[in-house]
């Protein structure tokens, strides 16, 4: 009987401390977004957050019983979005983008765990030529698009650095880097190993 309560006690405790690290791993996730934030926001072109539903990061999660559906229970990808002030407007506490031939997003991606990844990294570049194919159809700003994005990642990126995707809803291209999430140690390598070139890519896109 002890052996069986003291590996209860064990398990009880195991699960305690993988909440506890999942929790900081978001938290510290968090931080790391609102960093890359303010950085942005101080740059001359005066970057702003879009906010499809809010100020928050996009994810595909699910509540479902089914096998496929528990893998998302927790959050293992999420994504974020910037445009330039004057790309966008603030209606309460949501954006809205409209997607014009001079639309310009700088998009960045964080994979904390991903069957095809060895270590979690951080995805960013720059989406541009967005178009919806549908005329009257359920795409009417960028914040529409950054849901879909959850399900398409893996067609969305398969071919980085470069992005070229079209469906029957939308098309888009794309430049982007990688950088390896435990690499960044302080706010200096996140400006050298992703903001710096972040902003690079964006600027050398002409649209």
């Known amino acids: 009987m002890e052996t069986i309560l003291n590996e209860k006690h064990q398990v009880a405790k195991q699960i305690e401390m993988a909440f506890d690290f999942v929790q900081k791993l978001y938290q510290e996730s968090a931080y790391l977004i609102k960093e890359i934030e303010g950085k942005l926001a101080e740059h001359e072109y005066h970057f702003m957050i879009i906010k499809p539903s809010g100020y928050g990061v996009n994810s595909r999660s699910s509540n479902s019983l089914d096998p496929t559906g528990i ?33 310009k997003v700088m998009y960045f991606r964080i994979i904390l765990n991903d069957k095809k990844i060895k270590e979690p990294k951080l ?27 959850e399900y398409l990642d893996d067609k969305l990126f398969k071919n980085t650095p470069n992005v ?5 809803d939308f098309r888009l291209k794309g430049i982007f880097k990688e950088a390896h999430l435990l690499d960044i140690n302080s706010s200096e390598e996140l400006v050298s190993k992703v903001i710096n070139p972040a902003i690079k890519i964006f600027d050398g896109i002409i649209v």
């Open 71 to 103: 893998n998302f229970w927790l959050m293992r990808k999420f994504a974020f979005a910037f445009v330039t002030e004057n790309q966008t407007a603030t209606q309460g506490s949501k954006t809205n983008t409209e997607i014009t031939d001079k639309l």
């Open 123 to 149: 995805l960013f570049g720059t989406f541009y030529e967005i178009k919806a194919l549908k005329e009257g159809g359920w795409i009417t700003k960028f914040e529409n698009l950054m849901s879909q994005f």
């Open 164 to 168: 070229d995707f079209e469906n029957s």
